[in-house]
């Protein structure tokens, strides 16, 4: 890469990292670090960014809008979440502190991840109501849902749901509903594994997808002062690509 076109994007980067910087520092000051709207409102958010820059649409509660309305619907089904890939626990503990959920046991693979939800879920007082596991296995979601009617079950592992949901664990899960975020641009082969993921969940599931929604950003007026630019960075997740989600719900 040639010299100027390294500085050129590296410094639209840093550009778009200072202005989302200051966008969240006015929401910080309106709000502090609590989620202002939306489904997940009063929720306290870490003021560690350990997976990513997106606290302002954190706060705005913007962040994956289609995902939380998912979750929302899908909770008349179960009241046991199962988040694989939690991470800071951003949706487990939002599901806890709206009370769309009784419960959630988590899994995620990083330490300083599972340290900072159990501090996440300890700030917003759910942490009695969650269970924290490592690296999710077919065993161990075998023993979860073995004495459970049913589950919902959230998945975001970075492409590893390709190997995680193989058709003998989609059988073992034949009950539960399941939302899978697909990292399909990660992979070589990516479309043709979604098919097959597809094809394999069908015997047991009906399979749909969710896109990301529409914002309208001139819904907030905390942001009423700033240029336009900087409007539309507060609602940015810095994704390389949009994002899809399948779900899965039970054919029996």
Same mark, same amino acid.
């Given at each position: 890469?040639?010299?100027?076109?390294?500085?050129?994007? #590296?410094?639209?980067?840093?550009?778009?990292?200072?202005?989302?910087?200051?966008?969240?520092?006015?929401?910080?000051?309106?709000?502090?670090?609590?989620?202002?709207?939306?489904?997940?409102?009063?929720?306290?958010?870490?003021?560690?960014?350990? /997976?990513?820059?997106?606290?302002?649409? =954190?706060?705005?509660?913007? #962040? @994956?809008?289609?995902?939380?309305?998912?979750?929302? !619907?899908?909770?008349?089904?179960? =009241?046991?979440?199962?988040?694989?890939?939690?991470?800071?626990?951003?949706?487990?503990?939002?599901?806890?502190?709206?009370?769309? #959920? !009784?419960?959630?046991?988590?899994?995620?693979?990083?330490?300083?991840?599972? !340290?900072?939800?159990?501090?996440?879920?300890?700030?917003?007082?759910?942490?009695?109501?969650?269970?924290?596991?490592?690296?999710?296995?077919?065993?161990?979601?075998?023993?979860?849902?073995?004495?459970? !009617?049913?589950?919902?079950?959230?998945?975001?592992?970075?492409?590893?749901?390709?190997?995680?949901?193989?058709?003998?664990?989609?059988?073992?899960?034949?009950?539960?509903?399941?939302?899978?975020?697909?990292? @399909?641009?990660?992979?070589?082969?990516?479309?043709?594994?979604?098919?097959?993921?597809?094809?394999?969940?069908?015997?047991?599931?009906?399979?749909?997808?969710?896109?990301?929604?529409?914002?309208?950003?001139?819904?907030?007026?905390?942001?009423?002062?700033?240029?336009?630019?900087?409007?539309?960075?507060?609602?940015?997740?810095?994704?390389?690509?949009?994002?899809? /989600?399948?779900?899965?719900?039970?054919?029996?």
């Amino acid at each position: 890469m040639k010299l100027k076109t390294f500085l050129r994007k #590296y410094l639209c980067k840093n550009d778009i990292r200072v202005a989302q910087g200051i966008v969240a520092n006015e929401l910080k000051r309106i709000h502090g670090h609590t989620v202002a709207y939306g489904i997940f409102k009063g929720m306290k958010l870490s003021d560690k960014a350990w /997976w990513g820059d997106d606290l302002p649409t =954190k706060i705005l509660g913007e #962040y @994956e809008r289609h995902v939380q309305e998912k979750l929302k !619907e899908l909770s008349r089904s179960s =009241k046991i979440l199962i988040d694989i890939g939690a991470a800071d626990g951003f949706f487990a503990i939002g599901c806890l502190v709206s009370n769309l #959920y !009784e419960k959630v046991v988590c899994f995620e693979i990083s330490d300083e991840g599972r !340290e900072l939800l159990v501090a996440n879920a300890k700030a917003n007082q759910v942490d009695e109501r969650i269970v924290v596991k490592g690296e999710a296995a077919k065993e161990s979601l075998r023993n979860i849902v073995a004495n459970l !009617e049913s589950a919902v079950i959230l998945c975001d592992i970075e492409g590893a749901e390709f190997d995680l949901f193989s058709e003998e664990l989609l059988k073992i899960l034949n009950k539960c509903y399941i939302v899978i975020e697909l990292h @399909e641009s990660a992979m070589i082969k990516g479309q043709e594994m979604v098919a097959q993921l597809g094809n394999s969940a069908s015997k047991y599931f009906d399979v749909d997808f969710i896109y990301p929604l529409d914002i309208n950003i001139n819904k907030y007026k905390e942001l009423n002062s700033f240029h336009d630019n900087y409007r539309l960075l507060a609602f940015s997740e810095g994704r390389g690509v949009s994002m899809r /989600w399948m779900v899965l719900s039970p054919k029996t």
